[in-house]
């Protein structure tokens, strides 16, 4: 069989596709809380760089792991309460608020690593804490499977886990009611004395503190460093994941793990005699063709409602 298809084929991989997915997973169910809400946050991409920045500061300067996750949130839900400030006090466009604040991002993240390291590449100088891996004792001797599931990150174990929590939360709770009502009718919500400001306020919040959880793992868990730019498009392509999925959360997932599949193959044939440029450009001209297909779709679905609706009774 072929090397590269042997690679491909075998636990390795898969084990590759959950590492890949997990910085996806996170900001795919933050956007999906906030797009049921009717407010999407397409600013992951700066409150995962501010989360990962501070994460690595954080652990560097104090040597506590704990410490750096609570400031690395804490700097993501910042930046999520910066994006509801604006756009729901002062009214200011969500999507150039959100462009705004993840060109805010790229720049003070290089600006603060130049003040600090003297270095406006990446944080190597440091030395970060990581979060640990976790063994898992009766996956580990499952043959196949436990090679795939076991011995990632705690991370990657907490993003599958959120994906339960976000079902929790959406369809068990009175929040996740108030989350959906709003979003699919603010004025309905409203009539019933629920405070569409407030809900949305909340659900930004929530993918604030999603996206800073992608973040904090992209440094300290998928590497131990913090590079400039180092989320790379991923908060874009969690967007398009949590599209993909419908806002939902198994959906979301697969969709998630679908990008992680993808971003994982690019990895994988770097070997090949293939221009590094072409490689780098495949997850995000999938994201793209998913986009359309979804898109074109999605039209065609909804051409057929409005003409179900508008024919005539009784026609066949």
């Not at 590759?16 to 009717?38: C, H, K, Y």
């Not at 560097?60 to 750096?68: F, H, V």
């Not at 270095?119 to 196949?144: H, M, N, Q, R, Y």
Request: hydrophobic residues 55%.
């Amino acid at each position: 069989m072929n090397p590269l298809l042997e690679s491909i084929f075998s636990p390795e991989f898969g084990y590759a596709i959950l590492r890949v997915m997990t910085p996806l997973l996170f900001p795919a169910i933050g956007v999906a809380f906030s797009e049921l809400a009717g407010t999407i946050n397409i600013a992951l991409e700066g409150v995962m760089l501010m989360s990962a920045f501070t994460g690595v500061i954080v652990s560097t300067y104090t040597g506590s792991l704990w410490l750096a996750l609570v400031c690395g949130i804490a700097a993501g839900l910042l930046m999520a309460s910066i994006l509801a400030y604006f756009h729901l006090r002062l009214k200011a466009n969500i999507i150039l608020g959100a462009v705004a604040l993840n060109m805010f991002a790229s720049g003070m993240t290089i600006f603060l690593l130049f003040i600090i390291t003297g270095d406006k590449g990446s944080t190597s100088s440091l030395a970060s804490l990581v979060f640990p891996e976790l063994e898992i004792p009766l996956l580990t001797s499952i043959p196949i499977l436990g090679p795939i599931i076991s011995g990632h990150n705690v991370l990657t174990y907490a993003a599958i886990l959120s994906v339960a929590f976000f079902y929790v939360v959406i369809f068990r709770t009175p929040l996740g009611l108030r989350i959906r009502a709003v979003g699919q009718n603010p004025h309905a919500a409203e009539s019933v004395g629920i405070n569409v400001n407030r809900i949305r306020w909340y659900a930004l919040l929530l993918s604030g503190f999603f996206g800073a959880l992608g973040g904090l793992y992209l440094s300290m868990g998928y590497v131990s460093w913090f590079s400039r730019d180092m989320t790379a498009g991923r908060g874009f392509i969690a967007v398009a994941a949590a599209t993909l999925g419908g806002n939902l959360p198994l959906g979301t997932f697969l969709a998630s793990l679908f990008f992680g599949f993808v971003n994982s193959i690019a990895i994988y044939i770097a070997a090949i005699n293939i221009p590094s440029e072409l490689i780098q450009l495949i997850p995000y001209a999938v994201t793209i063709i998913a986009l359309a297909v979804y898109s074109v779709r999605a039209a065609r679905r909804k051409r057929k409602r409005v003409d179900a609706e508008s024919a005539p009774e009784g026609s066949a």
